[in-house]
């Protein structure tokens, strides 16, 4: 379908990272839109953000029914383990952590999200195995 | 209450005889009774479909409760319409709801024989689904799907086309004028209403969006007749629901349940919770409701919303649940109009303060003031409901809030 600049967008930041207006020229020469055009698009949605992402995305949700199951432990450990805090990137680009809302997964809390994939029932043990088969 | 009991009467229910294991392939689905309605609805003169949904009673499950088949009625008038579109609604971003994705996730034949229905009903050839990002987990599988149901479609004669758009984090793409913003490829900005979108939706055409727990009852009516619907449930709230229950429960999880049970025995006897201080129906803009409030009947007529139900107990603080609500809400507001861009940073900033002690007096009636002005004065249902919680909370914990001041 020719409406559908958001795959586009995220097409875009998956092979490069970070959405750069090279990326907003070309989407916009497809289909016919303003370089202006696509940019405001992309800035709308949190996950077409232009601003740059590690290789994996570690989506910690923090929604209430989340929150309550103390995802503070895994934020700790994650800070510690990649040396990068919410919304920073690790210097070789493999990962970025971000605190998001609800994902949908609160039978399963605490939960996250590595790219596309979640994870429920999260704990530190999981999440040093998670950390271990992605590096 | 017994799990075994449980099971055994969930398996009965409309939705759950389908979602409580995962059900592969359309042979499984059809030997649970599966594609009976699209036979049936095949064979049926379109008004007569819509006539029996208007009849069964079924009204929206995503939260706003509209009747589906006068939805439909309307979409269907404009006969001299080039074009009309279904769209299923499955961004279900409303926190601590995941009824959806249990259903996508367990059994996608269900809702896709309802969108298939309502193509026929309403004339429309093609359907949308609009995914939200976090559940892109689900693409392949309902790619896969969508294909098998294209199968289905040519050997019953069918021309309905069925597309799988997927959206990029925002909440407010939930909102029925969003959605359509987003799914023409634009920023998800609500737009005024009226026109209603089966009037002026999707590209200017018709067009009918329906939740997936709501199009996941077609099948059901169709088959077991609209009186038969009729006759689960309560006067207005016609059929069962999906309530997701999380929080401080024991068994967290989906339960299907007639219209009208009563707060207490979904978290109680069903989820397992115990000690009980606040319950949260309908998500962050849901009301919060006290301990005494678990005889009201979950339904239109008491409270219901998207059906996601959390529960906090004692060791919860009350002003900090709203902080994060309100934080929810901060982020999310789409920023189009003022009241909802400025009124939800200034009242996360007010609960932020008061949360680490810096409260004043003053603080309280700022609230409130903010919190009734934005509900009547928001473009949308997003800034309108984002302080429904706030106002209930104020009310029933106003000690909590005194004390922090």
Known sequence: ?135 | MSSRKKTSEQKNMIISKYITKRVATPEDYKNLGGFEALEQAKQAEPNDIIQEIKRSGLRGRGGAGFPTGLKWEMAASYTESPEKYIICNADEGEVGAFKDRVILENCPYLFLEGLIIAGIATGAQNGFIYLRDEYSFLQKSLEHVIEEAGEILKNYNVSFSIHLRIGAGAYICGEETSLIESLEGKRGEPKLKPPYPPQHGLFGMPTVINNVETISNIPWIIVNGAENFSKIGTEFSAGTKLFSVSGDVRVPGVYELVMGVKIGTLVKDYAGAEDIKAVQVGGASGRILSDSDLEIPLCFEGVLGSGAVIVFNHSRSIVETMRETMAFFMEESCGKCTPCREGNFVIYKILDRMNSGLGSNRDILMLKEIASSMSSTSFCGLGTAATIGLMDALELFADEFQQAV
Request: hydrophobic share 30%.
């Open chain 1, 1 to 135: 379908m020719k409406t559908d600049i958001l795959r586009d967008l995220k097409k875009h930041r998956a092979e490069r990272g970070a959405l750069e207006s090279k990326d907003f020229q070309v989407i916009g020469k497809n289909h016919g839109r303003s370089i202006t055009d696509i940019y405001s698009v992309a800035t709308f949605y949190s996950e077409t953000s232009p601003k740059k992402r590690g290789k994996y995305r570690i989506n910690i949700c923090k929604s209430m029914p989340c929150r309550m199951k103390n995802p503070d432990t895994i934020l700790q450990l994650l800070k510690r383990e990649l040396n990068i805090g919410p919304g920073e990137v690790t210097k070789d680009g493999k990962f970025s952590i971000h605190l998001v809302n609800c994902i949908g997964a609160c039978d399963r809390s605490p939960s996250m999200l590595v790219n596309e994939k979640p994870y429920g029932n999260i704990d530190t043990n999981k999440i040093r195995d998670i950390l271990n088969e992605l590096t």
